[in-house]
């Protein structure tokens, strides 16, 4: 995440419970979501 997400402790609960289970229910084979 970029912007005024970057420093945000919440970035990464916003990843992990909003991307990464979206990514996981709708693109097969997609195990886990991680921040680069």
């Known amino acids: ?3 005024a997400c970057a420093g945000c402790p919440m970035s990464q609960m916003t990843l992990k419970n909003g991307i ?8 097969p084979g997609v195990k886990s979501v991680q921040s680069a």
């Open 1 to 3: 995440l970029k912007g």
């Open 20 to 27: 990464e289970r979206l990514m996981k229910k709708e693109v």
